[in-house]
T-cell receptor, first 111, second 111 residues
């Protein structure tokens, strides 16, 4: 089954403790992206990747890192999380001529 | 980044009525996509319309595109309570980029 898998689904952590949210897709898609969704602000793009080893900043990249060492994986790294990064995070992947497919979401709370 | 802006922000109707939501964008596009999001879940692709198309149907969905006005509309006919969700438009350029999204239209269909 074609899917985008994010882990974990829920995470509560403390300020400053490094964390990684994983994202994996099994569709051999070139393009992957991370979004955060906050009430009243819609989905905002954090980082995206056009292919392996090719990443670029989206609209709200501050405080985040990504890597794309393999085509299927696109982890989101928060080196020093802060409470303003409490949000609902989505990973998505897309082929050259396909629509975007989304993961189930990761609800992150930073206290 | 290509970004659509949806209007209205919120729409509340009775079951059986039609729901219309609009999307405006700023730059030239190859295609425009509509997505649906159930509360707290990932977005699901509904329909894609190409820049050389003016109207497209899929079941109870009807999408129009006016490239001269840089706008699109999504019509859901004979709405059902299960249509309650947020709806987002996203634009594509060159068939390559992960779409970026606006704040969406929140649709509530009362049984």
């Amino acid at each position: 089954e074609a899917q985008v898998t994010q882990n974990p689904r829920y995470l509560i952590t403390v300020t400053g403790k490094k964390l990684t949210v994983t994202c994996s897709q099994n569709m051999n898609h070139e393009y992957m992206s991370w979004y955060r969704q906050d009430p009243g602000l819609g989905l905002r793009q954090i980082y995206y990747s056009m292919n392996v080893e090719v990443t670029d900043k989206g609209d709200v990249p501050e405080g985040y890192k990504v890597s794309r060492k393999e085509k299927r994986n696109f982890p989101l790294i928060l080196e020093s999380p802060s409470p303003n990064q409490t949000s609902l995070y989505f990973c998505a992947s897309k082929g050259v001529s396909t629509e975007a497919f989304f993961g189930q979401g990761t609800r992150l709370t930073v206290v | 980044s290509q970004q659509g802006e949806e209007d209205p922000q919120a729409l509340s109707i009775q079951e059986g009525e039609n729901a219309t939501m609009n999307c405006s964008y700023k730059t030239s596009i190859n295609n425009l996509q509509w997505y649906r999001q159930n509360s707290g879940r990932g977005l699901v692709h509904l329909i894609l319309i190409r820049s050389n198309e003016r109207e497209k149907h899929s079941g109870r969905l009807r999408v129009t595109l006016d490239t001269s006005k840089k706008s699109s509309s999504l019509l859901i006919t004979a709405s059902r309570a299960a249509d309650t969700a947020s709806y987002f438009c996203a634009t594509g350029s060159g068939g390559s980029y992960i779409p970026t999204f606006g704040r969406g239209t929140s649709l509530i269909v009362h049984p």
